[in-house]
């Protein structure tokens, strides 16, 4: 046995480089299709989750019924279109994605994570990165009762952050 584990320490390559948090891959297949693989952190597919719920239409009527994911692959075509279309028309402001995520005031000014809507669970600096670049909404709640619903503040408006 001892042969065998050397035999399989010496084999292992230490040198590997550790998988990126997030990675796409796009490959060319034959007869002129895609294929589209990949593994998100938990911020980036919480972001790709609901670009693609929003994006993500129903079938008519008239139509013949479509898989769930066919109708994803359909919604991530049109955002793709979307973002190309808009690149030749820019405009002043960009559309920031709509991500909720739940967060107590304490672990946020403390640098912990926190908890998207659905469940999926953010580290601090997943949720850092977030904040930093979003309009937060505040909701102050006493158990299930909501006693306070901050709304989003009016960009022309002096920002506190903003020598921050």
């Known amino acids: 046995m001892r042969a065998w584990a050397a035999l399989a320490e010496d084999s292992l390559d230490d040198g590997e480089a550790p998988e990126p948090s997030s990675c796409l891959h796009l490959s060319t297949l034959l007869e002129g299709r895609w294929r589209l693989d990949g593994d998100l952190e938990a911020l980036d597919g919480e972001i790709i989750a609901t670009a693609l719920r929003l994006a993500t239409g129903s079938d008519d009527e008239a139509e013949t019924p479509r898989t769930p994911s066919e109708r994803r692959a359909e919604a991530l075509v049109d955002i793709c279109r979307a973002f190309l279309e808009g690149r030749e028309h820019p405009t002043s402001s960009r559309h920031r994605p709509h991500v909720n995520v739940i967060v107590t005031a304490d672990d946020l000014e403390a640098g912990r994570g926190g908890e998207c809507a659905d469940g999926v669970v953010l580290d601090g600096p997943s949720l850092a ?10 909701v102050m709640m006493a158990g299930s009762v909501v006693l306070d619903y901050g709304t989003r503040p009016n960009p022309a408006a002096p920002s506190r952050h903003a020598a921050a």
């Open 129 to 138: 990165s977030l904040v930093c670049d979003s309009v937060m909404h505040r």
